[in-house]
């Protein structure tokens, strides 16, 4: 609520005491001594206590009881009633214009305050407005941030999901041809074994054809010899020679056996070096999955950390951004500001030239009242008619300038008030 900041009025000095610029008194001073002397006179008292009713009352005395009361006075009660009758028309006309100036104040005051509350719901709901129109720009700025980083972090999958497509491809070609590398070395090892073993198998047939040719040679030879030996007394040479037989098969026997001894040493050196080869083959597949795993490792890491320094610069640049839209908005709210208060004072110039036009009819008003109070004071006021006339006219500018300046000063004082309220 606003402080309505009433100004002291400035009290008017009474009839009697005014005085003008030379110092003379504007009416004729009233003689209370003599009053108060002559008031214990009964028609004093009765033409006192008459004042003190109605104006109805007062109107109709004045036609009646005070012409018989006039009748009866002397010529010194006469002027001192006169007197009376003067200081009493114009304490009530003092009484009217008090009451026409607190009328008129308090019509001021209401319309004034009435304006100030009009002027505050104004302001409240413009306030509103903006506030409202600041969160949806906000909100809608919040939305079109997220839809931004929500592209762009789509963008940066699917990129990812490229390389890393395109990484299995490069893994599964290298990885088919090793294979076929591996695959053609072992068939090429296995057709070598085969050739080796059927070798092996020939020669192993040749030499029992050889060993079996050699048993039925001398089985032949045997036979002769016992024939021969039953023939013939004379067979100790063809023993000798049967001997020497014997052992070179013998020799031969022997040689056959470490061929063959050679020959299944060399078949179990083959199947050892097949293993060792089989072995070597899975160590590696080890080594090679190894070396696919580090080396995806490390790819990955280096993407993490391009993606991390990627997003590092994104962020950075989104918070410029979001200080930039700041300073913008900062910008526009001292401009929407500069506007209100722009439009506050052309209210405040528009709201004086309306106080100045009520000033005016309200002058033109108090010049008619005056006019009308000079008509009817010239008929009851005869000596005192210049004197009052000029009294009037000095109190209505006096006052005239005295509320000018009381809401001049109050429409002043309520405007930095509301500054100051709004800081």
Known sequence: MEVKEVQPQKRLQPACDAKGENGFPL?????RQKVTNLAQHRPLRRFLEAMRTDNQNLCALKGSAVHHLKKD???DDKQVVLSCE????????????ECMKKMRFNETQEALARECDLSRIIIELQ?????????????R?????ESFYLLKE??????????????????????????????????????????????AKTREAEQERAIQKLCSNLYTTQGELERYVEKNSELASVNSLLEEMRAESWRDKRECTVWYEV???????????????????????????RFWQIKE?????????????????????????????????????????????????FSKVQELSRLSEKREALSILLAQYMREVEEIQQGNLGRCCVGRRWMMRQSSTCFINVTVKSRISCVHGRGHFKRRINF
């Open 263 to 289: 020959l299944r040493r060399r078949e179990v050196f083959m199947l050892l070096e097949r293993e060792a080869f089989t072995e070597l083959q899975c160590i590696h597949m080890q080594e090679m999955n």
């Open 27 to 31: 009416t004729i001073p009233c003689e």
């Open 297 to 345: 490792d490390s790819h990955q890491a280096m993407f993490c950390s391009e993606a991390e320094r990627f997003l590092g610069h994104i962020i950075r640049e989104a918070e410029i951004c979001d200080e930039m839209k700041q300073l913008m908005f900062d910008n526009a709210t001292a401009s929407i500001e500069k506007e209100t208060w722009i439009s506050l004072h």
């Open 86 to 97: 003067t200081s009493s028309r114009s304490n009530r006309l003092r009484e009217r214009y």
């Open 73 to 75: 006075l002397t010529v």
């Open 141 to 145: 700025e919040v939305h079109a941030r």
């Open 154 to 199: 789509n963008e940066c999958l699917k990129e990812q999901v490229r390389t890393t497509e395109k990484m299995l491809l490069d893994a599964s070609n290298n990885y088919n041809l090793e294979i076929s590398k591996l695959n053609t070395r072992v068939s090429d090892l296995e057709d070598s074994l085969v050739a080796e073993g059927q070798r």
């Open 127 to 139: 306030k509103r407005i903006e506030d409202a129109e600041a969160s949806r720009e906000f909100e």
